[in-house]
């Protein structure tokens, strides 16, 4: 094959000189072909360029080519494989011969170019590693810089603990097992020393898990010939893996799991396993099968004559990492099905979950959707390709382009491909909402996993968007046992779907929801979904093509202010009034300031106590500035930084700040986004502080009335973000002026670094304290909605204001685990003990997820014998 291309042939430049091919043209003559100067009768000179000799252009031209060819050899490496046909083989072992003529000139581009296929194309691991043996086999050189470059790769991904790629590298290695470039004693001697964590003095669950899953991780690639070649070894690493896994405990035992599960056990219509649990599961059913893996490709057995030739190489010693509690492990999302069939059973056109297929094919998609987080559009084509790596007919899509391409004799009948023929698009479907539901955290932004649907929906058309569909559909039946912050993603990406689609939807099907109480967990649902689609669009847009019956899901007037002195008649309209014109008229703070006090002094307020003046001044002034701005955030936040200083100075006290949180909270009661975003500016401005908002959140007023809407818990959640965020940049700037102190010449004196020191202290002062007050309130408020639904004879799990505080107490704990373990035992003993207000013992209902989230967070040994 020769894949350079020809550059002597017509229509283009020759390599002479000072001649141009193809039509025979008169040479270049640079002499005089500029020196018919005048307008309109010359010839225009092109921009100055500096004069290379002749040698310089030579060696252009010749960089140029050899570019050509790296670019070229990049590009088979990359696409070999894409598709399995037939032809596979002949293409492997074309490759190879190309790449082993090549090797000794473009073998830094070669190593480059498989280093990221390994790393990137995780559903093509068998196919680099026959090439690699077939290369090997050529050349063993070649083969032991491959093996060498991939041993140097994995511990540098060990030492950052880059846990996806020590799998795939791994699982490379387990495909040079069954190449025969490493024997299966050199890789079981490396899972060794990764289960050595085992055998430490005390055995953390999360890096004994992250090791473990690492083994098990590879040995569908290649057990069976480990197995077959070195019996006794493979069997030990069986047993170490078996003896921890029953001394770690399955599901329920590990600590975590039952506060991640992304629905009630009591309402899931299957059984949520824990990931090492399921995959431990799948294995042991894979070593039923006699290690066999129907769907796997095998490129390798095709040349075992070849591949059983060639020298074998050994891999060094790897040093897996030493604990550290700011280490964050590999961890998988727990069991997550969409697709099931009638009463619960298995679906045909999915894998079994307990099945080692289930966990090949999620885990490579998942691989490309991670992989490829900064390229929707590729990570899109790639999660589409995933299904043509496998065995002819495993997906229903990848039976018949595959079968086409096979060459075949005329009129010759040929039976069509067997297999499972699985639905890509419903896995596809099931494997992004895992990721997208994945508690404590998704791994990337609700925004991400919306851009790829959309891009995958517009991408295949003829049949994603039917199985998204079903998806929605099947999920919006399980709203009530599904986890807050799950159904919170759920409606906050779907809003954000139809917003590229045209906000088109049949809303007729849930009509049901029209006469369910308004904090049922389908209504809060349209809900949601109506007041976020209102937000990305306006209010007539979205109103017009709903249906009308689903109207009492939306305001009855397009979101805007309430200004509470807009009323003639309102007594204080007047007075509102002038400061409103003083306000537009841009008055001095000065002016303003004398306004506000001769009305403090008016005769209409004689009868208020000096608090509440004050109080009525506040309200007064901070609705005028509310009013004045509410056209838009750059309205109103030229406004407050007008008359900050004025601002600052009425809300000098907690009681004042957390009334100003309350006049803005009403202000804009009807608009809650321009509420979300003026509470987070007064928080920069320091008008307002994080407890007042906090506080804010736990008052009768929102609690009793409010809990149900996701606003509120979104401004709490933005509101502990900022706090956290503003102790992370101080111990940023810290680190940053301890190194300028420690230079030599030093740029920092030692007073800049206590100084900064000083800051650190508050700053975390001020988390503590905002934690504290969280959960004061939080744990008060619970304690007295438990007592309220026990004295009025009903049951505590079918009561709705119980099921969403406690939901959403149990969400913060799991978002905010890490700051809350650093004073657990501060809380533990001044909130969790006593009712702070009764003295009562506080609730184990409460009292048990406090101490399942710390448990989580801070993990625990697992007790070997």
């Known amino acids: 094959m020769d894949y350079r291309r020809n550059n002597n042939q017509g229509g283009g430049p020759d390599r002479n000189r000072n001649n141009y091919g193809g039509g025979g043209g008169r040479p270049y003559d640079r002499g005089d072909r500029y020196e018919k100067g005048g307008r309109g009768g010359g010839y225009r000179r092109p921009y100055d360029r500096q004069r290379h000799e002749p040698r310089d252009r030579e060696q252009d031209r010749a960089q140029d080519e050899v570019n050509d060819i ?97 799998k795939l590298l791994l699982r490379f290695f387990g495909e040079l097992v069954n190449s025969n470039v490493i024997l299966p004693t050199t890789l079981l001697n490396v899972m060794d020393q990764f289960l050595a964590v085992l055998e430490e003095e005390t055995v953390f669950r999360a890096r004994a898990d992250c090791a473990v899953f690492c083994v098990l991780a590879t040995l569908p690639w290649c057990a069976a010939d480990m197995r077959d070649r070195n019996p006794h070894d493979f069997e030990k690493i069986l047993g170490k893996i078996e003896d921890y896994m029953l001394a770690r405990g399955e599901g329920e035992g590990v600590e975590g799991f039952d506060i991640t ?99 090949i094919v999620r885990d490579n998609l998942t691989d490309v959707l991670c992989l490829f987080e900064i390229n929707r559009k590729e990570c899109a084509k790639y999660l589409f390709m995933v299904q043509y790596s496998y065995v002819i007919g495993t997906f229903a899509d990848s039976a018949l382009p595959a079968a086409a391409a096979a060459p075949k004799p005329e009129n010759m009948e040929v039976d069509a491909p067997s297999g499972p023929s699985w639905s890509v698009d419903q896995l596809l479907a099931e494997v992004i909402f895992t990721e997208m539901f994945k508690l404590p955290r998704p791994e990337f932004k609700t925004v991400y996993y919306a851009s790829l649907l959309v891009e995958v929906c517009k991408s295949f058309p003829d049949s994603f968007p039917a199985a998204l569909a079903l998806a929605i559909n099947k999920l919006y039946d399980r709203l009530p046992s599904m986890d807050v912050d799950c159904a919170h993603s759920f409606w906050t990406w779907f809003s954000h779907h139809l917003s590229n689609f045209g906000y088109l939807w049949d809303w007729s099907q849930w009509s049901a929801a029209v006469e369910l109480p308004f904090d049922h967990s389908q209504s809060i649902f349209i809900r949601e979904t109506l007041e976020k689609t209102i937000r990305l669009s306006y209010y007539e847009r979205i109103k017009e093509p709903l249906p009308e019956e689903f109207h009492k899901f939306i305001p009855a007037e397009a979101p805007g202010p309430s200004w509470k002195f807009e009323s003639p008649e309102h007594p204080y309209h007047a007075m509102a009034s002038a400061v409103l014109n003083s306000l537009r008229a841009k008055n001095s703070i000065d002016q303003i300031e004398q306004t506000l006090e001769s009305m403090k002094n008016a005769p209409r307020l004689e009868s208020l106590t000096s608090t509440e003046r004050e109080d009525f001044i506040r309200e007064l002034f901070t609705e005028c500035v509310l009013m ?87 401004i709490l959640k933005n509101t502990l973000n900022k706090v956290i965020s503003r102790v992370a940049q101080v111990k940023d700037k810290l680190i940053e002026v301890r190194k300028e102190f420690e230079a030599v010449p030093p740029t920092k004196t030692e007073e800049v670094v206590k100084g900064v020191e000083n800051t650190l202290s508050i700053v975390n002062r001020e988390q503590k304290e905002v934690f504290l007050t969280l959960y004061q309130k939080f744990v008060s408020v619970l304690q007295s909605k438990l007592k309220e639904i026990e004295s009025s004879g009903q049951n505590v799990e079918d009561d709705r204001s119980w099921e969403i505080g406690q939901g959403w107490f149990l969400e913060l704990g799991r978002r905010y685990s890490k700051e809350v373990a650093t004073f657990s035992s501060t809380l533990e003993a001044i909130v969790f003990t006593a009712d702070s207000e009764t003295g009562e013992p506080i609730d184990p209902r409460i009292t048990n997820i406090f101490q399942e989230i710390c448990r989580m967070e801070m993990g625990r040994s697992v007790e070997m014998n």
């Open 261 to 359: 599960k992304v629905f009630k056990d009591s309402q899931c219509p299957y059984v949520q396993e824990e990931s090492l649990t399921l995959l431990w599961k799948q294995i042991q059913n894979l070593q039923k099968d006699d290690w066999d893996v129907p769907i796997l490709i095998k490129p390798s057995q095709t040349f075992d004559a070849v591949l059983g030739m060639a020298s074998q190489h050994e891999l060094p010693q790897f040093v897996f990492p030493p604990h550290s509690d700011t280490i964050s492990y590999y961890s998988l999302a727990p069991l997550f099905r969409i697709f099931l069939g009638d009463d619960g059973e298995q679906n045909a056109s999915l894998p079994d979950p307990y099945s080692i297929s289930h966990f």
């Open 70 to 166: 790296e670019k070229r050899l990049g590009g088979l490496i990359i696409r070999v494989g894409d598709k399995i046909t037939p032809t596979l083989e002949t293409n492997l072992n074309t490759l190879a011969g190309i790449l082993d003529n090549d090797y000794a000139k473009h073998s830094a581009t070669i190593l480059k170019s498989l280093k990221a296929c390994i790393l990137e194309l995780p559903m093509k691991s068998a196919i680099y590693g026959t090439l690699t043996g077939l290369l090997n086999a050529k050349n063993m050189e070649t083969g032991g810089t491959i093996v060498t470059m991939a041993s140097d790769l994995l511990q540098e991904s060990l030492t950052k603990h880059q846990w996806r790629n020590v």
């Open 628 to 714: 004045l701005g509410s056209k838009s955030f750059s309205h109103v936040l030229n406004v407050i930084e007008r008359y900050l200083t004025i601002l600052q100075r009425m809300n000098g006290t907690p009681e004042a700040r957390l009334h100003t949180v309350k006049i803005v909270a009403q202000f804009w009661r009807n608009n809650t986004q321009f509420l979300g975003i003026l509470l987070d500016k007064m928080l920069n401005y320091r008008v307002v502080d994080a407890i007042a908002i906090v506080k804010w959140v736990f008052e009768p007023e929102v609690w009793q009335k409010e809990w149900h809407r996701s606003f509120v818990w979104d």
